[in-house]
């Protein structure tokens, strides 16, 4: 499984993007993906995830209420909608493939890796 996630870019606070997760070697609907975020000099952190079929979701306490996860399983892909942005929302945005097994929540639930995409928000 291959993932590259693409959309981001510079914008100012309050303004909106939308990240895609674009996957190949597997289809998005045999597995949950989630979105990951690492700001300079911290620690990745969890941003939101969804499930193959799209039923479930998940936020990080960042996200709830700016951000949101969904798929298209036709397309394979992925996408992340970030409303709302904030200077500290700024980092660099990862997608992730899921394994069987493990917290949503946690980096090491997840074994395949994307590019990740830059994300600044200027105030």
């Known amino acids: 499984v291959q993932l590259q996630a693409s959309g981001g870019g510079l914008v100012q606070a309050g303004d909106s993007l939308r990240l895609s997760c674009a996957t190949s070697?597997?289809?998005?609907?045999?597995?949950?993906t989630g979105w990951f975020r690492q700001a300079s000099g911290k620690e990745r952190e969890f941003v939101a995830s969804?499930?193959?079929?799209?039923?479930?979701?998940y936020y990080g306490d960042s996200a709830k209420g700016r951000f949101t996860v969904s798929g298209d399983n036709n397309k394979n892909t992925v996408y992340l909608q970030m409303n709302s942005l904030k200077p500290e929302d700024t980092a660099v945005y990862y997608c992730?493939?899921?394994?069987?097994?493990?917290?949503?929540?946690?980096?090491?639930?997840?074994?395949?890796w994307g590019q990740g995409t830059q994300v600044t928000v200027s105030s």
């Open positions: 992730a493939r899921k394994g069987n097994s493990g917290s949503y929540y946690y980096l090491n639930s997840y074994v395949a």
């Open positions: 070697g597997r289809t998005t609907a045999r597995y949950d």
């Open positions: 969804i499930g193959g079929s799209g039923g479930l979701r």
